[in-house]
């Protein structure tokens, strides 16, 4: 040590800011609400940044291409289903620019997808800290979260260079159905993240079951058919209400009005911008709900990993 | 050090942690998956869960700057307790309440990820222990320096070896500031020369008035480092206060188990199992003495039982200090005639005229062995005495100097 070293003033100056501190609950049990919970991950943002640095570096760490692969596999699906959907069962025949519509829906669709899928596993990938150091649970599926959108960014490069490339963008209003399709998209994945991630620790079948849902999903939306089709099935009841409102279809939708310029025309549901607001809204109350499970639930990871 | 801190304030320090009444339920499942749960739901489920109550009514209140130790037999709850002082897990009643900044090393390197680089790895680690990334800027170099990682601090940590993982793991642990250090197990870690850093940096951080919370089986540490201990059984306090006591207290636990292993066997009762030492004197002048001067005449009795019978049996009596240093220590074997078989009971009496130990208080322990050094029976830290501190020196050995001077050419 350099500086003139005096313990026993030291002491005292740590005696008499440990005196001036509230006593509080520790670990967990401190928060009666989910507000001071989310204000303690604020305060830990930091390591939030550095748990997803670490989950994109530790991803394609000796790989040489890196993250490139980010790219190659919904590259690959968007031939796959261009070439077998579009061409061989005639999908795109309804569909101009069937490419563009393809990847627009897959990439909002792949946000989500892998917010939930790379939630889920979150809290038992990092059981080593969980169980012997205390931080706020909440910044493993948070970081998830990150790094997902990370990816995500990279594809959105893509997407609008596609765009571009194709000439179906129209600099036009619509481009702004963009945002809400986006938030729609991290306030669910979030929030399933949040409860996947807490409920797959007492059950490991959660995140099995989970691919399978995320399959179901990406049907269930219009990635790689059009709306207009299932309305035309579906008819005008409340299954194509049940189908339209479901959040990944509004965000797909959105996503398509954005970049997807050559379906101005298409039928989209009425009212797409109000049915986006409403779902963010109720997603913000999903989001709240079950960060509320998982708090009670996270009293007990250390022991159940 | 002590003197210091008696003149600066006569008021306690500020309590940094305290645990009300509180308790840990761990149910023991032996079903996890879907299917097991649904299978027994209900009814059923309960029978395919126990409870098991690691701690039971903890009160335990901790206060600035003490150095305490949880003591205990395997199972008996010290973890637990660590971990719920930690915040890692929430107790099932009851509180625990605290305040500072807590490092919480109960693994080292808990969170190092095999693929980042060191360097990446110790600011993560570092974050995970609380420190801002300005603050793990500024001693980024003390950190090195202290692990002596050196020129692979740019390398990924899974082709470290062993010893310079922990090094830099417990470099990054110490350098965070802590108020509050909670420590499972780690301190013996690395070489010689490391494990020495490392009790240098914990007894500066004894003088800097942070707090160490440290589960351990090493006795000696516990003497050496602690002014506190708690001896933990069965999830409940059975001792919390002078560590010398406590240890004594868990040595006699030990003991009262190994007979209770013994009594459960349904041994014969002349098994040799049951070999034991009875009863342990120490006197000076014939009188049972706590307080022994350095010159005085010492006199220890052990009577030894062996209910078969051996030809060839040995007494050892050792005198520890209590930082855990063998001062003395000697044997029957070194008797000028032959012990002769030991069938029931028989009594060694070792006479030492003038030991000489240096002020401070001594441990005797006294074993019974066979022919091989397989210890049959042992009374550990069996007796305690005090020797008065010295007026002209210090240290384990006590002799009176003579001091001059003469000019040097």
């Known amino acids: 040590m350099t500086a003139p070293y005096d313990p026993g003033s030291e002491r005292t100056l740590r005696f008499a800011r440990l005196a001036s501190l509230p006593v509080e609950p520790v670990g967990s049990g401190g928060e009666s609400n989910g507000v001071g919970a989310a204000l303690k991950v604020f305060r830990h943002r930091q390591m939030l940044d550095l748990l997803v640095r670490r989950d994109l570096k530790s991803r394609y760490k000796d790989s040489s291409l890196g993250f490139v692969w980010t790219l190659i596999r919904p590259l690959t699906q968007l031939l796959i289903y261009y070439v077998v959907l579009g061409q061989f069962l005639g999908a795109a025949r309804g569909i101009p620019d069937f490419a563009v519509y393809i990847f627009s829906g897959l990439t909002i669709y792949g946000l989500f997808s892998e917010i939930v899928q790379s939630g889920v596993g979150s809290i038992v990938s990092n059981a080593g800290l969980v169980k012997k150091v205390y931080l706020p649970r909440e910044v493993f599926p948070l970081a998830s979260v990150g790094a997902a959108i990370f990816n995500f960014a990279i594809q959105m490069v893509v997407l609008i260079a596609a765009v571009l490339l194709s000439g179906s963008l129209r600099v036009e209003t619509d481009l702004f159905y963009a945002i809400p399709s986006i938030v729609l998209i991290i306030v669910y994945g979030t929030a399933f993240a949040l409860l996947l991630s807490a409920v797959n620790v007492y059950l490991r079948d959660t995140q099995y079951l989970t691919e399978v849902l995320m399959m179901f999903m990406m049907w269930a939306s219009p990635i790689v058919y059009a709306w207009s089709m299932a309305k035309n099935i579906m008819g005008g009841g409340l299954l194509l209400d049940v189908y339209t409102n479901n959040p990944i279809t509004l965000a797909v939708l959105g996503f398509h009005k954005a970049f997807w310029g050559s379906g101005a025309d298409t039928e989209y549901p009425d009212l797409l911008l109000l049915r986006m607001v409403i779902a963010i809204a109720v997603g913000f109350v999903l989001l709240a709900v079950f960060h509320g499970v998982f708090r009670r639930l996270q009293g007990n990871f250390a022991q159940e990993l | 050090?002590?003197?210091?801190?008696?003149?600066?304030?006569?008021?306690?320090?500020?309590?940094?942690?305290?645990?009300?009444?509180?308790?840990?339920?761990?149910?023991?499942?032996?079903?996890?998956?879907?299917?097991?749960?649904?299978?027994?739901?209900?009814?059923?489920?309960?029978?395919?869960?126990?409870?098991?109550?690691?701690?039971?009514?903890?009160?335990?209140?901790?206060?600035?700057?003490?150095?305490?130790?949880?003591?205990?037999?395997?199972?008996?709850?010290?973890?637990?307790?660590?971990?719920?002082?930690?915040?890692?897990?929430?107790?099932?009643?009851?509180?625990?309440?605290?305040?500072?900044?807590?490092?919480?090393?109960?693994?080292?390197?808990?969170?190092?990820?095999?693929?980042?680089?060191?360097?990446?790895?110790?600011?993560?680690?570092?974050?995970?222990?609380?420190?801002?990334?300005?603050?793990?800027?500024?001693?980024?170099?003390?950190?090195?320096?202290?692990?002596?990682?050196?020129?692979?601090?740019?390398?990924?940590?899974?082709?470290?070896?062993?010893?310079?993982?922990?090094?830099?793991?417990?470099?990054?642990?110490?350098?965070?500031?802590?108020?509050?250090?909670?420590?499972?197990?780690?301190?013996?870690?690395?070489?010689?020369?490391?494990?020495?850093?490392?009790?240098?940096?914990?007894?500066?951080?004894?003088?800097?008035?942070?707090?160490?919370?440290?589960?351990?089986?090493?006795?000696?540490?516990?003497?050496?480092?602690?002014?506190?201990?708690?001896?933990?059984?069965?999830?409940?306090?059975?001792?919390?206060?002078?560590?010398?006591?406590?240890?004594?207290?868990?040595?006699?636990?030990?003991?009262?188990?190994?007979?209770?292993?013994?009594?459960?066997?349904?041994?014969?009762?002349?098994?040799?199992?049951?070999?034991?030492?009875?009863?342990?004197?120490?006197?000076?002048?014939?009188?049972?003495?706590?307080?022994?001067?350095?010159?005085?005449?010492?006199?220890?009795?052990?009577?030894?039982?062996?209910?078969?019978?051996?030809?060839?049996?040995?007494?050892?009596?050792?005198?520890?200090?209590?930082?855990?240093?063998?001062?003395?220590?000697?044997?029957?074997?070194?008797?000028?005639?032959?012990?002769?078989?030991?069938?029931?009971?028989?009594?060694?009496?070792?006479?030492?005229?003038?030991?000489?130990?240096?002020?401070?208080?001594?441990?005797?322990?006294?074993?019974?062995?066979?022919?091989?050094?397989?210890?049959?029976?042992?009374?550990?830290?069996?007796?305690?005495?005090?020797?008065?501190s010295a007026e002209t020196s210090w240290g384990t050995v006590s002799a009176i100097p003579t001091i001059s001077f003469s000019d040097a050419q």
């Open chain 2, 1 to 388: 050090m002590t003197t210091a801190t008696e003149t600066e304030t006569s008021a306690l320090p500020p309590v940094v942690i305290d645990v009300e009444k509180a308790s840990k339920r761990f149910v023991v499942r032996r079903d996890n998956s879907l299917k097991e749960r649904i299978v027994t739901l209900g009814r059923a489920g309960r029978r395919h869960s126990e409870d098991f109550w690691a701690l039971r009514d903890i009160d335990l209140t901790i206060r600035a700057g003490e150095t305490i130790a949880l003591i205990g037999h395997n199972g008996s709850g010290k973890s637990t307790l660590l971990k719920l002082i930690g915040g890692i897990l929430d107790p099932t009643t009851g509180s625990v309440q605290g305040r500072g900044r807590v490092a919480a090393l109960l693994e080292l390197g808990a969170g190092f990820h095999p693929d980042l680089t060191g360097r990446e790895n110790v600011y993560l680690n570092a974050s995970v222990l609380g420190l801002s990334r300005e603050e793990t800027d500024a001693r980024f170099g003390d950190i090195a320096a202290f692990s002596g990682i050196g020129g692979f601090m740019d390398t990924q940590v899974k082709f470290y070896s062993s010893g310079m993982y922990v090094r830099l793991a417990f470099a990054v642990a110490v350098h965070t500031d802590p108020d509050i250090l909670i420590v499972d197990e780690v301190l013996a870690v690395g070489d010689e020369a490391f494990q020495r850093k490392c009790m240098d940096r914990i007894r500066g951080f004894q003088a800097d008035g942070r707090t160490i919370i440290l589960v351990t089986h090493s006795m000696p540490q516990v003497a050496e480092l602690c002014d506190r201990a708690v001896l933990l059984d069965h999830g409940r306090i059975k001792v919390d206060g002078d560590p010398n006591d406590a240890i004594m207290a868990f040595r006699d636990l030990l003991e009262e188990q190994r007979l209770a292993d013994l009594a459960a066997k349904e041994l014969e009762p002349d098994d040799p199992a049951f070999a034991r030492i009875v009863s342990t004197t120490l006197t000076v002048d014939g009188e049972p003495a706590l307080i022994v001067q350095p010159d005085d005449h010492l006199t220890i009795e052990a009577t030894v039982y062996h209910p078969t019978g051996i030809d060839e049996w040995l007494c050892a009596v050792q005198i520890d200090s209590e930082h855990g240093q063998v001062v003395f220590g000697t044997g029957s074997n070194h008797a000028p005639e032959s012990a002769g078989p030991l069938k029931g009971k028989r009594t060694v009496r070792i006479d030492v005229p003038g030991l000489h130990l240096g002020g401070g208080k001594y441990f005797v322990s006294v074993s019974l062995m066979d022919r091989a050094g397989r210890q049959l029976a042992g009374a550990p830290q069996t007796l305690s005495f005090n020797v008065p």
